[in-house]
């Protein structure tokens, strides 16, 4: 009889940890949902909105990522190829002023003072 004891004192213990697991995973699932999310952006813990307004913009661009992920995710890519090419087309054109001044040091070494020419 001892052991049948044991054996249900290990299943009681076995289905309170499973309990408690089953209610950390609904918190959890719970924190996750965008309506907690919005509730909990809401209150701020009391302070002033404009007291935290990196807080602001980091929760609307949460929220924008959570509701037009697509569309953010399309503009964050063409926001990006827009900055590659713009360094790119910055490089050349230093490029190119540089052999531009290059060019106008040679023409410059080329052409005789004009007080010889007389």
């Given at each position: 009889?001892?052991?049948?004891?044991?054996?249900?004192?290990?299943?009681?213990?076995?289905?309170a940890r499973c309990e408690e697991q089953r209610l950390e995973v609904a918190y959890r699932l719970a924190q996750i949902r965008p309506m907690a999310q919005?509730?909990?952006?809401?209150?701020?813990?009391?302070?002033?909105?404009?007291?935290?307004?990196?807080?602001?913009?980091?929760?609307?661009?949460?929220?924008?990522?959570?509701?037009?992920?697509?569309?953010?995710?399309?503009?964050?890519?063409?926001?990006?190829?827009?900055?590659?090419?713009?360094?790119?087309?910055?490089?050349?054109?230093?490029?190119?002023?540089?052999?531009?001044?290059?060019?106008?040091?040679?023409?410059?070494?080329?052409?005789?003072?004009?007080?010889?020419?007389?």
């Amino acid at each position: 009889m001892s052991r049948m004891t044991d054996l249900e004192g290990r299943r009681q213990a076995l289905l309170a940890r499973c309990e408690e697991q089953r209610l950390e995973v609904a918190y959890r699932l719970a924190q996750i949902r965008p309506m907690a999310q919005l509730g909990s952006w809401r209150h701020l813990g009391g302070v002033r909105p404009s007291g935290r307004s990196f807080a602001w913009i980091a929760a609307l661009t949460g929220l924008l990522l959570m509701f037009r992920t697509r569309r953010v995710l399309t503009g964050i890519t063409w926001v990006t190829g827009l900055l590659a090419l713009s360094s790119r087309a910055t490089a050349v054109l230093k490029v190119i002023a540089q052999i531009r001044a290059l060019y106008g040091a040679v023409k410059a070494a080329r052409t005789p003072p004009a007080h010889e020419n007389k």
